[in-house]
């Protein structure tokens, strides 16, 4: 038999899946596989020039289908599955980050983001002024914003980003948003002298949440160690079609 699993690679070529006929309900759709190597983005294209898209998995039906069109090798075939690395969006508005604007008031420390392990999918200030994504389940220090008074307020209790989330709804408005260049100037204000180095802030981002053609699955079956972001530089989703 042939074991699909998620992984994930990046800039290598595969042989791919297309999804056709994207109005139907998934049952009903067209499923080919593409015996051609090719990288991501150049399957993408191919599978919107020919058919419809790259293939979109919807729950183990789906990747059963796949597995009784796919030829008895051991290798991969990409799917429509990627990971945006600049979709992070705010805790308080959940609008995406990068949508509208350039954000020249806001700096990425050197070298982030890098979701480094796949692992890092929330935001903490580093040094009061740059940007870091850490792990969500890492306890810093944390800032609160306050609507009713337009005041910011630093927590110095170390707590993961979703307890720092709990806490900023329960006792104030949200974890802080940076929307400004005078929001960013009153938040380091707060910060002085306060010796942390790492702090929440209310950025975050859902990976692994996007396929090609735009519909949406929650289905996943990782590979054993997947994700793991190898090199800091995987963010397409692929099957591994193992024959044994």
Known sequence: MILLTFS??????????????????????????????????????????????????????????????????????????????????????????????????????NGQPDCANANEYCVALQGQTQMNDRPCGDSYPFLCYNAKNTSYILVKESRSWSAAQSYCRTYHTDLTSIRSKEEKSNITLTLNGSGVQYVWIGLYRDPWAFWSDNTTSTFTNWRSGQPENYGSVEYCGDLHLMSI
């Not at 990747?63 to 429509?80: D, E, H, K, V, Y």
Request: hydrophobic share 35%; charged share 15%; proline share 3%.
């Open 8 to 109: 994930i690679f990046h800039n290598k070529t595969f042989n791919f899946f297309s999804g056709g006929l994207s109005t139907l309900p998934p049952h009903s759709r067209e499923y080919h596989f593409v015996n051609q190597t090719m990288t991501w983005t150049e399957a993408q294209s191919y599978c919107r020039e020919h058919f419809t898209d790259l293939v979109t998995i919807y729950n183990s039906d789906i990747n059963q289908l796949l597995f009784s069109i796919s030829p008895r090798i051991n290798t991969w075939a990409w799917i429509g599955l990627y990971d945006d690395r600049y979709s992070w969006k705010w805790s308080m508005e959940g609008k995406l980050f990068y949508v509208g604007s350039t954000h020249e008031f806001l700096i990425w420390a």
